[in-house]
């Protein structure tokens, strides 16, 4: 609500709602959103009238029972476009996408949700290729693997329009994963650079990102090559590709935290959290480690993650605590670097429980 909010500050402000279900959030956008007009969907036609009883009186309405795809194709053949289009389905929606972009107007907002988590989180490789055109390997921060597999594919079908898209928000609870993506009326330069491939070693936990334009041999990693074949490197699972530019607008979350201290009942403590643990963090570098890990390769308990934070950033590292999963660490050092930090700090922690 506060993004739509924001929204309608800048405008008029029309919602598409395709998946809308009984209504509740078009409810809110017409009411608490400021939307002049909201159009809501639901593909079961049984629903129909709930739908129209429960946004009876709301301005600018209209409401139809259709699916998704037939919905957002009547929309392309009438050449109308909203601000704000909310894409919130089950399972994967990558096959809407084309659709779902070509309603959205230019510096307008796609709102996307996804509940296929299985694919986009490396448990089901085959799926991932076939649903979002890319590898998903298992990974430490899998929430944000599957935020930024979902960034990358919305992000190739705008580009196959010749569109731009500039990331808003992107957070997760584990089970759903959701994407804010403002539609540009053309890419940016050198926006091409934020898709690319992150790889993984799951022996000694080092990670590397790489740009596809600027794609070369991948750097070795920690392990010690093995008695037996030494100079046998040791396999990376390679994501990709992906997004791996910035996930949130920290001007814009900050202004919606603003407008929800304006709107009274409209951002409760969870919620006020959630904004200032992703305006915090922007999502890049793209490579972010839990603490847990560090603690397994260091025989040792986790290391205060604020604690590390500020020592990687007193040694001219960037380092961050991740605002889209708990107790993991973003930071542009080398791997090696961090664990030989992470030791100093276990070191005192050690010695004072003696």
Request: glycine share 10%; hydrophobic share 45%.
């Amino acid at each position: 609500m506060l993004l739509a909010a924001s929204l309608a500050a800048r405008g008029p402000l029309r919602v598409l709602d395709a998946m809308a279900g009984c209504g509740i959030r078009a409810l809110r956008y017409g009411l608490e959103g400021g939307a002049e007009a909201v159009w809501a969907n639901d593909a079961d036609p049984d629903r129909l009238p709930l739908l129209e009883r429960n946004l009876a009186g709301l301005k600018g309405l209209r409401c139809s029972a259709r699916t998704a795809q037939h919905l957002l194709a009547e929309c392309l053949q009438r050449q109308e476009r909203f601000e704000l289009v909310d894409l919130d389905g089950f399972g994967c929606p990558t096959a809407l996408l084309p659709l779902a972009l070509e309603a959205v107007a230019f510096d307008g907002v796609l709102y996307l949700a996804s509940t296929d988590g299985r694919s986009p989180t490396g448990h089901d490789r085959p799926a991932a290729i076939r649903l979002l055109g890319a590898a998903a390997r298992a990974h430490p921060a899998s929430w944000e693997l599957a935020l930024r597999l979902q960034l990358g594919t919305v992000a190739r079908a705008a580009w196959a329009m010749r569109r731009g898209v500039e990331p808003l928000f992107s957070f997760s609870e584990g089970r759903t994963f959701r994407t804010a993506v403002r539609l540009r009326r053309r890419a940016g330069c050198g926006e091409e650079q934020q898709l690319g491939l992150l790889a993984h070693c799951h022996g000694c936990g080092a990670q590397e990102v790489q740009p596809l334009l600027r794609l070369r041999q991948w750097l070795p990693c920690l392990c010690p090559a093995s008695q037996a074949q030494p100079r046998v490197a040791q396999p990376l699972a390679i994501s990709g590709p992906l997004w791996i530019g910035p996930l949130q607008d920290p001007a814009l979350l900050a202004a919606m935290a603003s407008l929800g201290d304006t709107l009274p009942g409209s951002l409760g403590a969870a919620g006020a959290r959630l904004l200032g643990q992703l305006a915090a963090d922007p999502g890049v570098p793209p490579v972010c480690w839990p603490t847990a890990e560090i603690a397994r390769r260091l025989s040792c308990g986790p290391p205060p993650l604020a604690a590390l934070v500020a020592a990687l950033q007193a040694e001219g590292w960037v380092a961050l605590a991740s605002g889209v999963m708990p107790a993991q660490l973003r930071s542009d050092a080398p791997w090696s670097v961090i664990l030989q930090i992470a030791q100093r700090l276990a070191a005192p922690a050690a010695g004072a429980a003696k």
